[in-house]
């Protein structure tokens, strides 16, 4: 059975994600940017939650954890690497772990870059996995805490889930990530179209995510450290695969 998710906006460009297995009615959140629009999509469903995945210690991240687990009495959940930084923590969880959340399998993936201690979340069977600030449409996050090597490494990882996976990110960045991934993939089809798109629903006032894996691997300019066409248009044909990536994030850094 699917996982039910809502996702809505927070703060300007943050996502909040409120999820319910529906064969036993428990429902989580996976991070907490802003307690009003929680509040707002608890009420809104109806589905109270009892747990809240934190996926690393960013201010836009845990901002309302200590309010909503004074109001619901939330176990809060998060990586063991930023535990100090992670307000209200009750559980820790490192890359490999495997958790019940609702009910449900989870497992824990270490995706650090943005910062060190960056864990994703995977639910196997359902296909989703929340990426938070690792990968972005079209994106990756900046490299706060990282290196490239680091953040090669985990969007490894991530681009290793079935094509289908469901990416659910920390935030709505997709039409700038387009503007940028074509200037280093011009050729490719299949982004041209997503970037028109991507285009038409932001003006429609709509999310783009969730994307998936499958998407990602075909557009996103951060998964295609390998890609022939990219590498020419660096004129990095011959450079090892963290070399082309830090080139990549470095020209968005500076786009
Ligand atoms: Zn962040
Ligand atoms: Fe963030």
Redesign the pocket.
Known sequence: MALEIEQFMCRSDNFGILARNPENGEAFLVDAPEEGPILAAIERTGWTPATLLI??H?G??VEANLALKEKFGLTIIGPEAEKAKIPGIDLTVRGGDMIKVAGLNVRVIDTPG??LG?VSYHFQKEQVVFA??TLFALGC??L?EGTPTQMVSSLTKLAALPPETQVYC??EYTQSNARFALTVDPDNKQLKARAKEVDRLRKAGKPTLPTTIGQELATNPFLRWTDPAIRATLGMEGADDVAVFAEIRKRKDNF
């Open positions: 996926t690393h960013h836009d991240h943005h910062t960056h938070a600030d996050g900046r706060l920390g935030h």
